[in-house]
């Protein structure tokens, strides 16, 4: 980034000759005027300047539009247009090869731009779908189907520079083609484009590797206004905020109506449970569903009746009845009086409602103090409950001054009052961003910690000032431990704003225990060696140790009592059993190189380079950390896994053949899981939105299996040896 922040490299974007026909008139896009701001003029003058010293590019965005990706794209191809040249520079000829995300249906938008003038004004690019690499011929941009082959070395004559969208599991996800994507790096390609809306741990290597640039708010406080009057993006609306409005944020939390008895008394049980691993899963969800609901529990219900993706307190609970039906002793009555509790609670809420009493006020006196007021929810659901809410409330909901919008469609506005209904999950952006000067939020107390910590973090470094209220709280109420560790997810939140690599959680956790923070509101406790699934959207499921995952990393959870997942899926005992002694015998493998990389002097390059010696095929380090941290089962070359052993451990070479029938035994149980979990995962990410098939979308769900969530972990805590 230029020492004069986002305006003056927006302003040697704008002042480069070749760009002036495209991009100094703007363009015209479905009727509309479409003019890039700072934002993603200065994306195009970082990555410019990176091609031009044949330099790869990363790109964070967690604004959610697509103007960056479209700018960047527009600005490589109009930089290598022949046909106009400008001030005597004439475009190289090369072209631009996009592996996008399709499902963010911004490559349509490529087609539909044409230029701002006067008459007929024909398509700005000749764009080609391909499904195999050896399809590139002579055409300007090329952007690659579902499913997309390598199949050849790549045309460095014709291609100049490659976009790469990481939003798109198949290029991020390290069991799919994000090892063929980083190995990229290594070979003879053209300058890559990488494009991310979240920095994630296995993006390490290409951030290591590339020139960064990342969009904060921040950042955009450096944006010139008067660049910035006439552009039409979002991230024009946040340019303006940030750099001519001083922010003010009100957190305001209300206490429970009772004091905070039922609550105190139930985040006990709560944290008891998720430690002891009873059914953490539904523990969390009722929890946090009854505790961030910006009305009535009865309201929700109602508005969610016959929606089957959508759960009530009433379907939680008599999934958490079932599940102490099945355990024992103790913990099945702690269970029991866990569900008691959440129905007593339900009862005071339903009963009163300080939030939603609130946000009634917020909307009535809208009108009459005569401010624009928004009022933000999660989605069509919590949007249609609220209305719902105020229809039985016998409120009204005024046609002037007070509205109420989704995250999905709320936009930074210049004027007026953003009120957040509810606490928001932590990589939302309105954390980040603000959507306009004057930010109010609505929460329990026992999340108001945690809101005011994501929005400090995200506005760090800005001018806003914040403030804090405390309506109808009593010494007795307070935060819970499950929502507390503020400062842990404020620095991570601030290391993925700046695009900052996190180092892995081996650096982080030491001891014997640890304990993990979910994004769902769990907190456990395991030891360092325990397991979680992950579901790396392959159709495989792999079992990672606790000590090789880190902050930021997706895992699955289960809801049976036993939380496993062979007793999950494996109908019988000898299945379940057999399974495991093969996870046991690949372990002796994998123990082999933790030894002696993990915890020896062996670097993962050494390694690699030593393997490759025995006669592997192995080109990339990154291949051999995902053997080792357990995310790839083993090498896709049987002969690989003797080579490890004869590299690093020569008398165990004689049990290689063993270790591999174990690997493909796991593979296949893993695929059999895969195809169940995958309708779960698939489904519960369908949950709150409309599902819209796609081309980046082929498989269709067919059913929707209860008993596993995918989760980010968004802590970890080691902790003192017991």
């Known amino acids: 980034m230029s020492t004069g922040g986002l305006g003056d490299s927006a302003s040697k974007a704008r002042n480069r000759p070749i760009f002036e026909r495209w991009f100094g008139s703007g363009f015209i896009e479905d009727d509309s005027?479409?003019?890039?701001?700072?934002?993603?003029?200065?994306?195009?003058?970082?990555?410019?300047?990176?091609?031009?010293?044949?330099?790869?590019?990363?790109?964070?965005?967690?604004?959610?539009?697509?103007?960056?990706?479209?700018?960047?794209?527009?600005a490589y191809l109009r930089s290598q247009d022949t046909r106009f040249p400008t001030?005597?520079?004439?475009?190289?000829?090369?072209?631009?090869?996009?592996?996008?995300?399709?499902?963010?249906?911004?490559?349509?938008?490529?087609?539909?731009?044409?230029?701002?003038?006067?008459?007929?004004?024909?398509?700005?690019?000749?764009?080609?779908?391909?499904?195999?690499?050896?399809?590139?011929?002579?055409?300007?941009?090329?952007?690659a189907k579902h499913g997309f082959e390598f199949d050849q070395s790549w045309p460095n004559d014709r291609i100049g520079a490659i976009f790469i969208d990481l939003r798109k599991a198949e290029w991020r996800e390290p069991s799919r083609r994000l090892e063929t994507i980083i190995d990229l790096l290594d070979e003879d390609t053209p300058p890559i484009i990488f494009y991310t809306d979240t920095n994630r741990g296995v993006f390490d290597p290409i951030?290591?590797?590339?020139?960064?640039?990342?969009?904060?708010?921040?950042?955009?406080?450096?944006?010139?206004?008067?660049?910035?009057?006439?552009?039409?993006?979002?991230?024009?609306?946040?340019?303006?905020?940030?750099?001519?409005?001083?922010?003010?944020?009100?957190?305001?939390?209300?206490?429970?109506?009772?004091?905070?008895?039922?609550?105190?008394?139930?985040?006990?049980?709560?944290n008891k449970l998720q430690e002891r691993g009873l059914a953490p899963m539904e523990v969390g969800w009722v929890y946090n569903?009854?505790?961030?609901?910006?009305?009535?529990?009865?309201?929700?219900?109602?508005?969610?009746?016959?929606?089957?993706?959508?759960?009530?307190?009433k379907d939680l609970v008599q999934g958490l009845r079932g599940?102490?039906?099945?355990?024992?002793?103790?913990?099945?009555?702690?269970?029991?009086?866990?569900?008691?509790?959440?129905?007593?609670?339900?009862?005071?809420?339903?009963?009163?409602?300080?939030?939603?009493?609130?946000?009634?006020?917020?909307?009535?006196?809208?009108?009459?103090?005569?401010?624009?007021?928004?009022?933000?929810?999660k989605d069509d659901h919590e949007h249609q409950a609220l209305l719902h809410a105020i229809n039985m409330e016998n409120e009204t909901m005024p046609e002037n001054y007070a509205s109420i919008q989704t995250l999905d469609d709320i936009e930074p506005a210049t004027s007026g009052e953003t009120v957040y209904a509810r606490p928001f999950e932590y990589n939302s952006h309105p954390y980040q961003f603000p959507l306009c000067s004057d930010i109010t939020t609505y929460q329990f107390?026992?999340?108001?910690?945690?809101?005011?910590?994501?929005?400090?973090?995200g506005l760090d470094n800005t001018n806003a000032t914040f403030e804090t209220q405390v309506i109808g709280?009593?010494?007795?109420?307070?935060?819970?431990?499950?929502?507390?560790?503020?400062?842990t997810r404020r620095k991570y939140q601030r290391n993925q704003q700046n695009g900052r690599s996190r180092g892995s959680s081996k650096s982080q956790v030491t001891g014997s225990k640890v304990r993990v923070e979910l994004s769902n509101g769990d907190v456990r406790t395991v030891g360092l060696h325990s397991k979680f699934p992950v579901y790396n959207d392959s159709g495989e499921i792999a079992r990672v140790r606790v000590e090789d995952l880190d902050v930021g990393d997706d895992i699955l959870l289960l809801s049976t009592a036993t939380d496993d997942i062979y007793e999950m899926y494996l109908d019988s005992a000898k299945e379940q059993d057999k399974i495991r002694k093969c996870g046991r015998t690949v372990q002796q493998w994998r123990d082999v190189l933790q030894s002696?990389?993990?915890?020896?002097?062996?670097?993962?390059?050494?390694?690699?380079?030593?393997?490759?010696?025995?006669?592997?095929?192995?080109?990339?380090?990154?291949?051999?950390?995902?053997?080792?941290?357990?995310?790839?089962?083993g090498p896709s070359d049987d002969k690989d896994v003797s080579r490890v052993l004869e590299v690093f451990q020569p008398e165990l070479k004689p049990r290689a053949p063993a270790i591999v029938q174990s690997m493909k035994q796991i593979r296949r149980t893993h695929q059999k899981i895969g195809q169940r979990a995958r309708r779960a995962v698939e489904a519960e990410m369908c949950v709150g939105s409309e599902h819209k098939s796609t081309s980046d979308d082929l498989d269709s769900i067919d059913g929707v299996e209860e008993d596993i969530t995918q989760v980010s972990i968004e802590a970890m805590e080691k902790l003192s040896n017991e």
């Open 207 to 270: 951030q290591d590797q590339s020139n960064n640039f990342a969009i904060t708010s921040e950042l955009l406080t450096t944006a010139s206004p008067g660049s910035t009057a006439k552009a039409t993006t979002m991230a024009a609306g946040y340019e303006r905020l940030l750099a001519t409005s001083d922010l003010s944020v009100s957190c305001i939390s209300f206490g429970y109506p009772d004091n905070g008895k039922a609550i105190n008394k139930l985040r006990e049980m709560k």
């Open 289 to 313: 569903l009854l505790t961030k609901l910006p009305v009535k529990p009865e309201h929700w219900a109602d508005a969610v009746t016959g929606d089957f993706y959508q759960s009530t307190v």
């Open 323 to 377: 599940i102490a039906q099945r355990a024992n002793g103790q913990t099945a009555e702690l269970l029991i009086n866990y569900v008691q509790g959440i129905n007593h609670l339900q009862g005071i809420l339903n009963k009163e409602h300080p939030v939603q009493q609130a946000l009634f006020e917020a909307i009535e006196k809208a009108e009459l103090e005569g401010i624009n007021r928004t009022i933000v929810v």
């Open 473 to 487: 709280e009593t010494k007795s109420q307070g935060s819970s431990s499950g929502e507390g560790n503020t400062d």
């Open 87 to 143: 001030d005597g520079v004439v475009g190289a000829g090369k072209s631009l090869m996009a592996l996008p995300a399709l499902s963010q249906g911004y490559v349509t938008r490529f087609d539909e731009l044409r230029e701002d003038g006067i008459g007929r004004n024909p398509r700005l690019l000749d764009r080609q779908c391909i499904q195999q690499l050896s399809q590139v011929h002579d055409d300007d941009f090329y952007t």
């Open 445 to 457: 107390v026992t999340w108001g910690p945690t809101v005011l910590g994501q929005i400090k973090s």
């Open 33 to 74: 005027k479409l003019y890039f701001a700072d934002t993603e003029m200065a994306a195009i003058n970082s990555v410019m300047e990176a091609i031009e010293q044949t330099e790869s590019s990363y790109i964070y965005d967690p604004l959610p539009t697509n103007d960056v990706p479209l700018a960047i794209c527009l």
């Open 596 to 633: 002696n990389i993990t915890d020896g002097d062996t670097s993962y390059s050494d390694a690699l380079r030593m393997i490759r010696a025995a006669g592997s095929d192995v080109t990339s380090k990154i291949t051999v950390r995902l053997w080792t941290n357990g995310r790839t089962i």
